[in-house]
């Protein structure tokens, strides 16, 4: 019989009898896809006008139907919308029932309750489960939170909810060459939750959180870190990733606190990203403090001391895992006759190889969370922040780990007076307030001094604070006054660049021959998350390949968060300190990335991108480069090759024993005197590992080795570079 005249006589005569008819012939129709989701609501509709008591006659049709539906490949979108009807119904007949479909057949994580659905089926069972399949937002109703824990206790299935976050976190996926799904686009890739069964896991992870509180903090956020990174061979799951970020933001403790901030390291999905700060905002609120202040409070000690160390005794050896200045973290170990090593010996190796891996996953965890506070603190720069003392004390100077941080950084300190003195480190007795000091807010002289004692005391600050770049607005700027075009119209590598915006925390598309590929915005938050710097670029060549090599530069503009939405402002409203923190970025990005910095492009003749490459290689110094110029200034006059050096202009002049060389401070490119030929050095010898350097600069660096190297030239080997010097 055809299908539109079964649907009819359906429509005409509601009998059992002819319903019957149509659910089989849904189920023996051997369609897939969009054709079956249409004859099952056929069937449904018709379904769905008999009265109760005939309904429940038609529970094994139902049943079979449910099966033939739960088994066939059909879109997702015409998947949920039967399904919810198709469960509706089945609920209806048989409240002990539990839909084929609802847990899933292969994946492991769901394997405790599947097992218990199998074993021991009752209606509370089945009415938690349902429960868990209805949460289809990321943050359930507090009517949901209420219902799910008094269902939970209905069944008994607290533990077999734990057991399923457990697998979560830490069994292998399923594979699908096991149940035969394996297809070619799915080889070496897994699925730990399968995206028809996204809302039952999410449930089911908001259950773990209300259930087990705060013992299964761990658990989520592996869960958060497992399905919201990418991985070599498992798909990401944001919205499993997002219900565990969410959940974590829910429980009331310290340590899901501390997992959440330890998140926001990689994390980088956007989406996944507004959901940790919503969670971070919502903790806040529960304390009665800002977004901010949470942040700080939360950064894990790891167990360390107030010196920033943590000890174990393993035999006869004491292992120490030490914070050592803002940037390193040493594991060492101390033998019964004293002797200091690096190394694990043999001993600890064969004795304790548990410990010593619980040790190094210790220093692991302790050099993310030291990089992360680098980052956070350098931050600060753009916000107009500032703390009482005492809460300082606690949350930077006397934090083991912030404290290192924090340490080799210069602050200001509130007197009574009110007047605001700055400060390396901190100072004796007591202040009212205190705040992270900033060039931008220091007078020429102040700067100086403050660069001559970090030079002549050797600080190596933890970033680049005392010799940091300004940037002010220019005439230019304010004419535009909603643009700038300081950085626009540069040639750059572009996967050098996108992967310098994820670096320093900026959110941009992908260039790329798809739609939207063609015009590239780079987002930067800054001032606390209360100002957004866009940097436009675009792709440069078009040679009609899928993947973009370089890019040009465009346009800075500026936006201010309104509630959820950002409102463009014009450059004048900018704050100072944001307006300079976000221009400090571009000029990184363009100068890092610039092919004016590239030796490989020096042996391309008159490519058409020569003539950029000549003015932006050898041009004007950008303010990070007048930094570099200050640096050197103090630097040179304490090396070996200070007699050799001078500072002339926009290069420092090296004079070898072979001939006069010209390194421009901006791109670390070398010209030769007389002549001004190009000298190609791809990578010089590294300056001395003693040489002291204030702040890390791969630049700086790059030109000092350049110095060293060519203050010597008539001891090079390299025949490349011997050939360009005629010898």
Avoid at 299 to 311: F, K, N, R, T
Avoid at 702 to 722: G, Y
Wanted: charged letters at 30%; one cysteine or more; aromatic letters at 6%.
């Amino acid at each position: 019989m055809p299908d539109a005249t079964l649907a009819a006589e359906a429509r005409a005569d509601d009998g059992p009898g002819t319903i019957q008819a149509l659910m089989a012939r849904a189920c023996e129709s051997g369609e897939e896809g969009y054709r079956l989701a249409v004859l099952v609501e056929e069937a449904l509709s018709a379904a769905e006008r008999l009265d109760a008591g005939t309904l429940r006659e038609m529970a094994p049709p139902l049943k079979r139907l449910n099966g033939v539906f739960a088994r066939a490949d059909v879109p997702i979108g015409y998947r949920q919308r039967v399904d919810r009807r198709l469960r509706a119904l089945l609920a209806s007949v048989d409240e002990a029932y539990l839909p084929e479909g609802v847990l899933p057949v292969h994946d492991v994580w769901a394997a405790p309750l599947r097992e218990r659905v199998r074993v021991a089926p009752s209606a509370e069972l089945t009415r938690f489960v349902r429960h868990l399949a209805s949460l289809s937002a990321p943050r359930p109703s507090r009517a949901w939170h209420r219902a799910c824990v008094t269902l939970a206790d209905e069944a008994a299935a607290r533990e077999d909810v734990a057991e399923c976050l457990r697998a979560l976190a830490e069994d292998e996926p399923h594979c699908p060459r096991e149940d035969g799904r394996h297809t070619a686009t799915s080889c070496g890739y897994h699925h730990l939750v399968d995206s028809h069964h996204g809302d039952v896991a999410r449930g089911l992870v908001w259950a773990a959180a209300l259930t087990g509180g705060p013992d299964a903090v761990p658990r989520l956020r592996a869960v958060a870190l497992r399905m919201g990174t990418a991985g070599r061979d498992l798909y990401e799951g944001p919205k499993v990733a997002g219900a565990a970020i969410n959940a974590l933001g829910a429980v009331d403790d310290p340590r899901a606190l501390e997992a959440l901030w330890r998140l926001r390291a990689p994390v980088t999905n956007r989406a996944l990203r507004k959901q940790l700060d919503t969670a971070l905002q919502a903790a806040a609120e529960r304390q009665g403090i800002t977004r901010a202040q949470l942040v700080e409070r939360s950064v894990p000690a790891h167990g360390l001391g107030p010196d920033g160390s943590a000890e174990r005794v393993l035999g006869d050896h004491t292992a120490r895992v030490a914070v050592e200045g803002a940037a390193t973290v040493r594991v060492t170990f101390t033998g019964p006759d004293g002797r200091l090593s690096r190394t694990a010996p043999a001993a600890v190796k064969d004795r304790f190889p548990d410990e010593l891996r619980r040790l190094k996953a210790l220093a692991k965890e302790v050099r993310a969370t030291l990089s992360g506070e680098r980052a956070r603190v350098e931050g600060l720069l753009s916000e107009d922040r500032s703390w009482p003392y005492a809460e300082w004390c606690e949350f930077y100077r006397d934090h083991p780990i912030t404290g290192a941080v924090a340490r080799g950084l210069v602050w200001e300190f509130q007197g009574e007076d009110g007047r605001w003195r700055a400060s390396l480190g901190a100072p004796g007795g007591d202040a009212a307030r205190v705040r992270l000091w900033h060039p931008l807010r220091a007078a020429v002289g102040e700067v100086r001094a403050w660069r001559e004692r970090v030079v002549d005391e050797q600080v190596r600050q933890p970033f680049k604070q005392a010799f940091r770049e300004i940037y002010l607005l220019t005439p230019a700027e304010e004419g535009t006054a909603t643009y700038s075009n300081r950085y626009a119209a540069h040639i750059v590598h572009y996967r050098r660049l996108y992967a310098l915006f994820k670096e320093r925390g900026w959110q941009s598309n992908f260039l790329g021959r798809h739609e939207g590929g063609l015009h590239g915005e780079a987002r930067g938050e800054f001032g606390g998350g209360e100002w957004r710097a866009c940097f436009y670029h675009e792709p440069v060549d078009d040679d009609g390949d899928w993947t973009v090599e370089h890019a040009a530069t465009d346009q800075v503009r500026f936006e201010r968060r309104h509630g959820r939405r950002w409102r463009e402002a014009p450059l004048a409203d900018v704050p100072p300190p944001v307006f300079s923190e976000a221009m400090r970025d571009v000029d990184l990005f363009v100068g890092v990335t610039s092919i004016a910095a590239d030796p490989d492009w020096a042996d391309r003749g008159e490519d058409r991108h020569a003539a950029y490459r000549r003015e932006a290689g050898f041009g004007a110094l950008t303010a990070s480069a007048e930094v570099r110029r200050a640096a050197l200034e103090r630097i040179l006059p304490r090396t070996r090759i200070a007699g050799r050096c001078a500072l002339d202009g926009r290069h420092l002049v090296v004079r070898g024993e072979l001939r006069t060389y010209r390194i421009h401070l901006g791109s670390a490119n070398v010209l030769m005197e007389p002549d001004g030929a190009y000298l190609c050095v791809v990578q010089g010898r590294r300056p001395p590992g003693t040489l002291y350097l204030p702040f890390e600069d791969e630049r700086l660096s790059l030109i000092l080795s350049k110095a060293f190297l060519l203050a010597a030239d008539h001891k090079v080997t390299d025949p490349s570079i011997r050939r360009q010097l005629g010898v």
